[in-house]
C-alpha cells in the first residue's frame, strides 16, 4: 500500500536558520502530496500542496516541489522564524474514489531565537 | 466558531467506560473522518464517512464505533475504554469527489482523551 516516510525529529534551528524536512513517499500512480503543520495545542491545518510531477507548493515562505523520479516532496524555508515551531506532517492522496489520506509520522520543529 | 468543532477537548475517563466524542462542521463538506494519533505513529485512520448513509472502517476500527447524525454530525464512542485508548483524536471534513482536485483535509482543535 501507500506510504509516507519522513525524517525523524525532533529539529532544532536558530532562528533564520535553513529548514529541509526530508519526505519520500511510495505509491501506485501519482497521487497528490501535502504538508500539514500543527502548532502547540491545535489541529492540523493545511500548509501546500501540489497535484502533480514538478508542481511547486508554496505557502508562508516554505516550499516543497513534487520530484517524480525521486519520490521526494521535501519542505524548505530559507529563514526559519521561532512562530514556524510546530511539527509538520507529509501526507500524500491517491485519485482513486476514496482519496484516501496517508500521512507521515511527522517531524518536531524547534526554532531557538 | 471554528469550520470543524470537537467536544470535549479533554476527557479522563477510567477503564470500561462508554465514551463519546463529537465533532461538528460548518464547512458544508460531506466527508468526515476521525483519527488517532500517538507519538511517534502520526495520524490514524478510524472511521470514515462519505455521507450520512455511509459509514466506512479505517485502519484501526476495532473498539470503536461511529454514528453520521446528519450531515454535519460525526460522532466516534468508545463502549468499552482500555488504556491503550489514550491518545489525541482529530475530526477531519473535506469535499472530496472527483471534482474537488486533491483531497484536502480540514481538522478540528482535537479531544484528548485518557483512559484510567
Known amino acids: 500500500g501507500d506510504s509516507v516516510t519522513q525524517m525523524e525529529g525532533p529539529v532544532t534551528l536558530s532562528e533564520e536558520a535553513f529548514l529541509t524536512i526530508n519526505c519520500t513517499y511510495t505509491?501506485?500512480?501519482?497521487?497528490?502530496l501535502f504538508w500539514y503543520v500543527q502548532y502547540p495545542g491545535e489541529g492540523l491545518q493545511l500548509l501546500l500542496k501540489a497535484t502533480k510531477a514538478d508542481d511547486k507548493g508554496s505557502n508562508k515562505g516554505f516550499e516543497a516541489t513534487y520530484r517524480k523520479e525521486t519520490t521526494s516532496f521535501h519542505l524548505e524555508k530559507g529563514s526559519v522564524q521561532v512562530s514556524d515551531s510546530a511539527v509538520y506532517f507529509c501526507?500524500?492522496?491517491?485519485?482513486?474514489?476514496?482519496?484516501?489520506?496517508?500521512f507521515g509520522t511527522g517531524t518536531k520543529l524547534q526554532v531557538i531565537p | 466558531d471554528a469550520d470543524v468543532t470537537q467536544t470535549p477537548r479533554n476527557r479522563i475517563t477510567k477503564t470500561g467506560k462508554r465514551i463519546m466524542l463529537e465533532c461538528s462542521q460548518t464547512?458544508?463538506?460531506?466527508?468526515m473522518y476521525w483519527y488517532r494519533q500517538d507519538p511517534g505513529l502520526g495520524l490514524r485512520l478510524i472511521y470514515y464517512s462519505f455521507d450520512v448513509k455511509d459509514i466506512n472502517k479505517g485502519e484501526i476500527s476495532d473498539g470503536y464505533s461511529v454514528s453520521r447524525q446528519a450531515q454535519a454530525k460525526f460522532s466516534l464512542s468508545l463502549e468499552s475504554a482500555i488504556p491503550n485508548q489514550t491518545a489525541l483524536y482529530f475530526c477531519?471534513?473535506?469535499?472530496?469527489?472527483?471534482?474537488?482536485?486533491?483531497?484536502?483535509?480540514?481538522f478540528g482543535a482535537g479531544s484528548r482523551l485518557t483512559v484510567l
Open positions: 501526507a500524500l492522496s491517491d485519485h482513486g474514489g476514496y482519496q484516501k489520506v496517508t
Open positions: 464547512k458544508g463538506h460531506d466527508r
Open positions: 477531519a471534513t473535506s469535499v472530496g469527489g472527483p471534482r474537488s482536485g486533491a483531497n484536502v483535509l480540514t
Open positions: 505509491a501506485t500512480g501519482y497521487p497528490s
